[in-house]
């Protein structure tokens, strides 16, 4: 099946300091990924939504220049968090997906989730 | 905007009783709802999609666009389902088909 990894799996930084996560899709190629942010027993929040070669689209609040995404190729997307702070600390999970097509009808195919990068900043 | 809501934070049956995790939504368009669940220190994995009309693990899950309802349901729980389980709601058009998630259901399923 399908499957997406995610590096690191947990890193604790320093306050101001900058930390990359890494999305990669190992057995296919995403033309989408999504970054997505959890709290402790709550739900995904969608953060933004990245498309190979174009410029990710955020969602209202979140910063764009706080949360950088590079999506450089169809199996790879990075997530940076620059000048982190302790309230960034949190679990990101990125989930990557194809997209098709239907008797001339757009789909979107299932979105495969990576297992998270638990990010704590000190 | 679309929005998903999991009424039940928790919900704790017995091994073989019936569970029901209820969802709610409410969106413009034509929904495309599916169940996510995650299993202890595991990631997030598809459990069904409505249009898929199958059933997964013995879970069933009816699209009710009258209720804008879409409760996932099991006759006989197992211990093993223990998990948490999403219901999501996938946007069309512009979208890029992102995924718009419940506040999610903790189920507990006791021996």
């Known amino acids: 099946g399908a499957v997406v990894s995610q590096h690191p799996s947990w890193v604790i930084c320093k306050s101001g300091t900058s930390v990359k996560i890494e999305c990669r899709s190992l057995d296919f190629q995403a033309t989408t990924m999504f970054w997505y942010r959890q709290f402790p027993k709550q739900s995904l929040m969608l953060m933004a939504t990245s498309n190979e070669g174009s410029k990710a689209t955020y969602e209202q609040g979140v910063e764009k220049d706080k949360f950088l995404i590079n999506h450089a190729s169809l199996t790879l997307s990075t997530l940076t968090v620059t000048s982190a702070h302790p309230e960034d600390s949190s679990f990101y999970i990125c989930?990557?997906?194809?997209?098709?097509?239907?008797?001339?009808?757009?789909?979107?195919?299932?979105?495969?989730f990576g297992p998270g990068t638990r990010l704590t900043v000190l | 905007a679309q929005r998903v809501t999991q009424p039940e934070k928790l919900l704790s049956v017995f091994k073989g009783a019936p569970v029901e995790l209820k969802c709610n939504y409410s969106y413009s368009g034509s929904p495309e709802l599916f169940w996510y669940v995650q299993y202890s220190r595991q990631r997030l994995q598809l459990l069904l999609r409505h249009i898929s009309r199958e059933s997964i693990k013995g879970f069933t899950a009816d699209l009710n666009k009258g209720e804008t309802s879409f409760h996932l349901k099991k006759p006989f729980a197992q211990e093993e389902d223990s998990a948490m389980y999403y219901c999501a709601l996938q946007a069309g058009g512009t979208s890029y088909g992102k995924l718009t998630f419940g506040q999610g259901t903790i189920l507990t399923v006791h021996p």
């Open positions: 989930s990557a997906r194809t997209k098709g097509t239907s008797g001339g009808t757009q789909i979107y195919n299932e979105q495969f």
